[in-house]
């Protein structure tokens, strides 16, 4: 009994996360309020507040569910004994370019994150999990870069701080272009040479002395 009680409580949370996700597509974050995602999830207020002590909380639950696919790829980059880094680095990119084009789910919540999400007072938790989420990214970017540092795939004078800047502009200007704009231009292709395109910038753009694409 104790283990189907488990169970019930589990599918009801992702229920509720579901219902999430369309309520704070169809209305934005701010003017969703949990009695809302109660409503469309078909449970009473209260069990919304037994799994989720705010809107925030459920925002956060929702974005949670879409990293597990990235970890094994994260975790082989940073591995010590990863012989190619640097491959390992484009392939996880290349994935997740092409999860948020072919999974619905993934590109509605990016939608949300993007589009959908104002960043005002009352969203301002939001706001400070949008800037850690950056900066996590940030060191993960890095550490790919210092493991293909040491195993001599990029040159000895790479400015990596620069080099993680433009991935992450360059990356995040794609993203929000295509969400703004959809079917203006094929994202896939385009995202493949933006990356391809970033990988050689590694090799001759991001010298020490600044950013120079010298032969």
Request: overall charge negative.
């Amino acid at each position: 009994m104790a283990r189907r009680t488990k169970e019930d409580a589990q599918k009801t949370r992702e229920l509720l996360i579901e219902a999430a996700e369309n309520v704070f597509f169809e209305k934005g974050v701010s003017k969703a309020s949990l009695n809302d995602i109660a409503v469309a999830a078909g449970v009473t207020r209260g069990a919304i507040y037994w799994h989720f002590k705010n809107k925030h909380d459920v925002f956060e639950a929702m974005i949670e569910r879409l990293k597990t696919p990235l970890e094994m790829l994260h975790d082989a980059i940073e591995h010590p004994d990863e012989p190619d880094p640097l491959g390992r680095f484009r392939e996880l990119i290349i994935y997740l370019t092409q999860q948020i084009s072919r999974d619905p789910r993934r590109r509605r919540v990016y939608e949300i994150m993007f589009l959908k999400c104002e960043l005002t007072e009352q969203n301002e938790p939001l706001g400070s999990k949008h800037r850690q989420a950056f900066l996590d990214g940030t060191v993960r970017i890095r550490k790919a870069l210092e493991s293909a540092l040491k195993r001599g795939q990029l040159p000895a004078d790479i400015n990596i701080e620069q080099a993680i800047v433009q991935l992450h502009v360059q990356l995040t200007g794609l993203i929000y272009m295509w969400l703004l704009l959809p079917g203006s231009f094929d994202f896939e292709r385009e995202a493949e040479h933006i990356i391809d395109t970033y990988f050689y910038a590694l090799q001759h753009c991001f010298g020490a002395d600044g950013l120079t694409c010298g032969g």
